[in-house]
């Protein structure tokens, strides 16, 4: 079951970027990019998962504030991994500003162009540059 | 001045959320909550209260969780099993309509509290409000008649007189 | 279907499964993997190890330890990649920012608003305690930020623009404290190495045996972090403001939003 | 106490398999939808569905910031921009 967890997350990340690349309209494509970003911050955290071999997992926060060796060696045996948590965290948020600034340049575009669709904006810049230089 | 009176109660209610959510209450979970909630009631105490007095006052309150709790226990129990016997009878004797129900309570969080009880309920949903003439408009799941004294002690009889209690 | 179609989902079918033989055959298999890498296993051990004191963060939650202690150089750089992403969007409108828009607005209907002010406080009161329990559970600045940035959003569409162009908050207030802000998160690393007259470590947190400056390890009664309590402050109050003022600008209205683009409509 | 851990195991993983599985036609809808709002409603069920996922893969940091991030303000800012570009895909 966890290899279909992959393979699901693999699909998505293939069909999302066939969504990047085919659709024309931006706010398609945008919206496809977001579904490639969250498979991709998925998988890595999956890279961090272990198997629940000797005990009981837990995410990596000690609970006791006053731990004992055996208390740091048990957590030490029982924690998943915590540096993909920590680079997908930074990774989410600054992919939401990077995804603001992104909507606000199709924005502009829409609002020079009056259309999203890829296609017709190129046709429209192709006819304008035919214009300036007749 | 004003404001500060205001503050209050909206700092009492974050405090509250705060010291729930982080689960524990040591000296440091009090003294941040304690920043936190009243820079929060300051800031937002004008947007959320209308009158500091009717905010503070205790004997509200307690109609006010004592609405909650015969709300949950009695009058969410009534319609679910009204729905249940609807639901579960072959021929499903339904004859929704959408009805107006007038209403007393004339404050905003009055109505409000009106409208989301009615909502909540299964088999009426609130879909507009007219706050001058003090009408909601509901759609019911077996419109017994639509005369609008029958629909009030149908439909809205209990939670507009709690809620004319407790806010108004 | 038309032949590309069938083409494209051959292609789609083939990468995945190009994509899945490596990862059975190299990395995690068929089940995950029972040992930790060695680095996960050393920072899991020394975050909150209190009899080797020489490599601890103080912090009990090994995330946020990593985040903001032993890659903290990583999230500072992270952050202002996120400050330009955001300064850029803000550019773009740059000749109508901290204007009143020329819409009013009455928002949505009372019964609304009534009911999300309430929620606006629960909102607020969530997020500042995940941001100042960010070394202790599960949270910490980025967390706390993007939970506290729902409210004013939200805000935004329940009470109409009206509501921000017309109150103290303004643009420049919400700049200002996003600076102030920032300019925390630069100075709290900077502090132990003017400190120690540069025998520190930029992003020191605790004592070295090299360097002899430690932010307090507990604060109150609980597990401070040292300086990671203050940066994730600092980080929250950036995150927040920072989705509120883009949101702000992106939430103009249209009449108003045309204005950056005047005169461009000769060239391209 | 082997046997206990070895069948919650199991169980995590079917879970996990299930619910990453029930993503996929959410993403083959999103990314075929002609209406953008439903590509949109589409793309948020796909994300509430993740997070569950990044819940049973032990990552609660993760999930608050998920949570908040990609069910709350990405569908928000995308619904704003179809808002203004027009639902519909030509």
Known sequence: MFLITIASLYLNIAISIYGVIAKPNLVKKFIALTIAQDSINTVAILMGYRVWREAILQPPILLSWSPSPKDLQDFMNRAVDPLPQALVLTAIVIGLAVNIFLVSTILHLYRHFKTVDMDEISKLKRGAIVEETA | MRRLLKAIAPSIFVFFIYIVYSGNITLFDIVTGLVIAIATGVILGPLVVEDWKKSLSLPRFFKLVTYIARYFLIDEVKAHWNVIKIGLNPRMPIKPGIVRVPIRSKNEYAITLVAISITNTPGTVVVDVDKERGILYVNWIYVVNEKPDITYKEIAEVFDRYASKIFD | ?268 | MQVGIGYVENLIFILMGIVSLTSIPFVILAVKSRDLLMAVIYSAVQSTLYSLLLFLLLAPDIVLVYVAVSVGLLPLLTILLVKKVGRYEA
């Open chain 3, 1 to 268: 279907m038309k032949l590309r179609d069938v083409l494209f989902i051959a292609l789609i079918i083939f990468v995945t499964f190009i994509l899945l033989i490596p990862t059975l055959l190299g990395s995690i298999g068929a089940t995950p993997p029972g040992d930790l890498r060695n680095i996960a296993k050393l920072y899991l051990y020394l975050t909150y190890n209190i009899f080797n004191k020489s490599f601890w963060t103080a912090s009990p939650e090994a995330v946020t330890a990593i985040v903001w202690d032993y890659r903290g150089l990583d999230t500072l750089y992270e952050t202002i990649v996120f400050y330009t992403a955001i300064i850029a969007a803000l550019m773009l409108y740059s000749e109508i920012l901290g204007q009143r828009d020329v819409v009013g607005g009455i928002g949505l209907s009372f019964i609304v608003k009534r009911g999300f002010s309430i929620a606006l406080l629960a909102i607020i009161a969530v997020g500042f305690s995940t941001v100042l329990h960010g070394m202790l559970t599960p949270g910490g600045g980025f967390q706390g930020g993007a939970i506290v940035a729902v409210a004013p959003v939200i805000a935004l569409i329940v009470f109409s623009r009206k509501l921000f162009d017309y109150s103290k908050l303004s643009y420049r207030l919400l700049v200002a404290l996003r600076s102030l802000a920032l300019t925390g998160i630069v100075l709290v690393p900077l502090i132990p190495l003017a400190l120690t007259l540069g025998n520190g470590f930029i992003f020191q947190n605790q004592v070295k045996t090299l360097a002899r400056f430690s932010y307090p390890s507990t604060i109150i009664d609980v597990p401070m972090g040292g300086s990671l309590l203050l940066l994730n402050l600092f980080e929250g109050i950036a995150v927040f403001t920072a989705f509120m003022l883009a949101f702000i600008v992106l939430l103009y209205s249209e009449d108003l939003s045309k204005k950056p683009l005047e005169g461009e409509d000769i060239g391209y």
